[in-house]
Structure formats: structure tokens, C-alpha cells
């Protein structure tokens, strides 16, 4: 039987997120999801008045093809994929690769080729497109969250399917704050760590771009960051797990990278010299999104969260102009549970264990 709440999450998409409209080239982009899903967002995309392309994509083809990859390959496979995207009004992309690790084996060099080769695409897709991009529930899914699969698809859909709209005054108030501050400064176990804002202007992420969303980012100013991060989340980078990362910054470079992993976090970072600095600087807010799962786009939002990302900065929006094949995105938790902390802006304290304490940014807490 077919699941409306599919065809609520595709009418999202279609006309929230990525609003096309009659005449748009829409790239439906689908990673190892069921056929409803590619059914429902066709529909939707024709019902809008806009012409869907579809590409279906599989982990572990994609996997044994970077395993097996040489430069004059993926010249191609970039050349064309670039084609295609500059032909793209919007780009919807579903991924729900049941092993989210199932890269963990490629080979170092081949998978930082494979990364700088598409990165183009990626860049004209966040900058020239209108772009949503989420994951597709499955068991693996339930398993990292600690919960049934029943659980945790109800819980994947409460929180995709949150109003968003809703909360754009107070995420309006809080880009403000941002576009305003000059120094940043956040507190925690084992965390003490500076930055500049000045000159950047922040965006508001209310479920434009990523499904679930729910945070507004910035970039710090790139020499700018001073002191110490201790990353209370785990996270999975080119297919490894990472846990216990810690970074100490001098005049805006990673002087010092640790974690459960040491030698193969400091492979990442000598990827080229923009992965030692740091891209972008969010604060994350989703309240129906408590726990850690291993899963960037589910962890970035956590309710009482913030993360600080090596690497690339997004071109065009909130650009400190760093640039790396590298975008990481590493995140602390400032809740009691976690430790707690604060964020402040100029000596203004804006958050501290996980709550907002100004009024008017008070709807985003959890």
C-alpha cells in the first residue's frame, strides 16, 4: 500500500523547497530508494508545470567504479554530469544507501580524485540551482539511531515534515544577530574557541535546501580562529568513522587534529591547503532532532547544536573564500546531557546549554 506521507514529503520538495515551477529543468537524483519515491516526485514535478530527469544511482556500483577510477574516467563523468547541471533549474537528490560506509574501502587516492574531479559540479549545483537534498529512512537507518525501523521511519517523516515556515521570524532574528557580530565566542568541555563574523552575511536554512533543516550558517573570517574545538558527535567521513575529534587552531589553520583515528583524520586534512581552515560556521536548532546517528544531514540540525566545518566554504553565500576539496561537517552539542556550553556574540550571550536566551529567538528552542 502506498504511503501518503510520501507524496506529502514530495509536494514539499516541489513547491516548498525548490519551488519549481512551469518550464524548470528538475534533476531528480536517486540513490538506492524505492521506485515510490522516484513515482511521487515525478508527478509532482509535472503537476508543477516542470520536467523531471531522472538518474538512478547504486552505492555499491558507484563504489567498485571509484575503486576501479583513473583521471581520464571521471574527466568524463564530470564533464557531462557539469552538462547536465548547468541545463538544471533545480536539483532534488534522495539518497538511502543502506551502508553508509560502503566507501570505507576506496582507496585514499582514488577517492580525493574522484572528490576534487566532481567538485565543480557540486559548486554549480549550490550556487547556480535551486537544490534539496535528503536521505531516504531504511533499517541501517534505525539501527544507528538506536531504534525500529517502524520508530524511526514515523520519526523521519515528523521531522522532514516539520513547518519550517514557521519558524522563519525567529530564524530571520538570529541571521540578523549573525550578520551583526563581530567576535564569536564559544565555550564547553574542553572547548574555547574565537572568530570573526565581520563582513559575512549568514543564510537561513528553513527547509530550502537540506531535508530535515533547521539552522542558520555562516563562515568564519579565515585567519581569524583561535583556540580549541572538542566535537562531542560521531561522524563518518569518506566512508570512515571518526569519533573523540579534537582541533586547535592558530591564526585560522588546524594546528593540531586528534581523534580515535589520528592518522587518517590528518590524511584528510593534507588533502590540499584548504582543508586546515574552516568553511563554515552553523548553529543548528531542529527540535525534533535530539540524538547523534552518524548521518550529517540528520546530526548538523540537532537541537542544541552548532557545528564548525573544515574546508571548503559555499561560493557565492557566506563565502570567507576558502576553498578545498575537503567539507566536513563536525558537530558539538551543547544541551546539560552533553556537557553544555555557550555561544556569544561580542560578549552578548545567545545561547547557553542548548537554549536560546533572547526572546525573539526563543521559538527555536527545543
Known sequence: MHDPR???????????????????FVWIDLFDVPAAVGQSLVREVSAAGG?????????????????????????????????????????IAVRGSHNITEAADVPPEKMKM??????????????????????????SM??????????????YFRVCLLDYAALLPAMNALKK????????????????????????????????HNIPDGEVF???VRDSVEGVISYNAPSIYQGIAFDSVRLEFHKGRIVKATANNTEAINRIFDSDKGARSVGEFAIGFNREIKE??????????IAGSFHFTPGQAYEGVADNGNRSQV????????????????????????????????????????
Open 6 to 24: 510520501i507524496d506529502a514529503l514530495s509536494r514539499q520538495l516541489v513547491r516548498y523547497s525548490t519551488q519549481v515551477k512551469k518550464g524548470d
Open 51 to 91: 520536467t523531471p530527469m531522472v538518474r538512478l544511482n547504486d552505492a555499491v556500483i558507484t563504489r567498485e567504479q571509484m575503486i576501479h577510477a583513473d583521471e581520464r574516467q571521471y574527466d568524463l563523468i564530470a564533464k557531462n554530469n557539469l552538462a547536465l547541471m548547468k541545463q538544471t533549474d533545480c536539483y
Open 114 to 139: 574522484v572528490m576534487k574531479k566532481l567538485r565543480p559540479v557540486q559548486n554549480w549545483r549550490v550556487g547556480r540551482t535551486r537544490w534539496v537534498v535528503l536521505r531516504w529512512p531504511n533499517p
Open 142 to 155: 534505525a539501527q544507528q539511531a538506536g531504534m525500529s525501523t517502524q520508530a524511526f521511519e514515523d520519526f
Open 177 to 208: 544577530l549573525m550578520d551583526k557580530a563581530g567576535e564569536v565566542h564559544i565555550t564547553g568541555p574542553g572547548t574555547d574557541l574565537r572568530f570573526s563574523l565581520k563582513g559575512l552575511q549568514s543564510i537561513v536554512c528553513g527547509g530550502n
Open 218 to 220: 555562516s563562515a568564519p
Open 292 to 301: 547523534p546517528m552518524r548521518d550529517i544531514l540528520f546530526d548538523e540540525k
Open 327 to 366: 567539507h566536513w561537517d563536525l558537530v558539538n552539542i551543547q544541551r546539560p546531557e552533553y556537557g553544555g556550553g555557550e555561544i556569544r556574540f561580542d560578549g552578548q550571550l545567545i545561547r547557553k546549554d542548548g537554549m536560546f536566551v533572547l526572546p525573539e529567538l526563543k521559538a527555536l528552542n527545543y
